[in-house]
């Protein structure tokens, strides 16, 4: 059985390249997703057994500003949606923003009762359009990615280190992602250097 409609479904050759890439974003925040929760069922069934969790009080401090980095984040997303955008662009930055929402979630669930209740700021301010806002989400995405690598080095429970590290390996494809669709060299991404 066919699901697929012939008016809606385009091959990988009548696709452009800028097509492509923004599939690929909102495809991989879906493929994202199961590795956030797969986290948090280890988690959950490491804590259901005698044998005691790979945890350390001493993350939630670490952890919670990753999480008020993250809400930031969540906020420039749902800012960009009031921008005026193409149907593309749009489906884009909502995956972008359910992402960062994703972690938001993971981050609190993971910290529980010791969970920030600090909103957050937007660390970007939309203002053009889509096309314009690349450099700065590219910023985002990289400088996001950093910050929890950071973290990583003062994490001490390997749960938390987990999480973590799944977060940051979608962060830097989004930055890669962004910078190819603003046609920025991959060397503003590894090098922070943006034009």
């Given amino acids: 059985m066919d699901i697929h409609s012939h008016n809606t479904t385009e091959t990988a050759t009548d696709m452009s390249r800028r097509q492509m890439i923004l599939a690929a974003l909102t495809g991989g925040v879906v493929l994202a997703t199961p590795a956030l929760l797969g986290t948090q069922v280890l988690a959950a069934e490491s804590s259901s057994t005698s044998t005691p969790p790979k945890r350390s009080a001493d993350d939630a401090a670490g952890l919670n500003a990753a999480l008020v980095a993250e809400r930031g984040h969540v906020l420039v997303y749902a800012a960009m949606e009031t921008v005026n955008l193409r149907e593309d662009e749009r489906a884009v930055v909502v995956a972008m923003r359910e992402h960062h929402q994703a972690y938001v979630d993971a981050l609190k669930g993971y910290v529980g009762s010791a969970a920030t209740t600090d909103a957050g700021d937007a660390s970007v301010t939309p203002s053009g359009n889509f096309e314009s ?11 996001a990615a950093a ?6 080095r003062v994490i001490k429970g390997t749960d ?11 962060e830097a494809h989004h930055s890669a992602a962004l ?16 034009r």
């Fill in 133 to 143: 806002m690349l450099p700065a989400l590219v910023k985002l995405e990289k400088a």
């Fill in 147 to 152: 910050s929890h690598t950071d973290a990583l």
């Fill in 179 to 194: 910078a190819t669709l603003a046609e920025l060299p991959l060397d503003v991404v590894t090098a922070g250097i943006t």
């Fill in 160 to 170: 938390a280190a987990a999480l973590v590290a799944s977060i940051i390996t979608i």
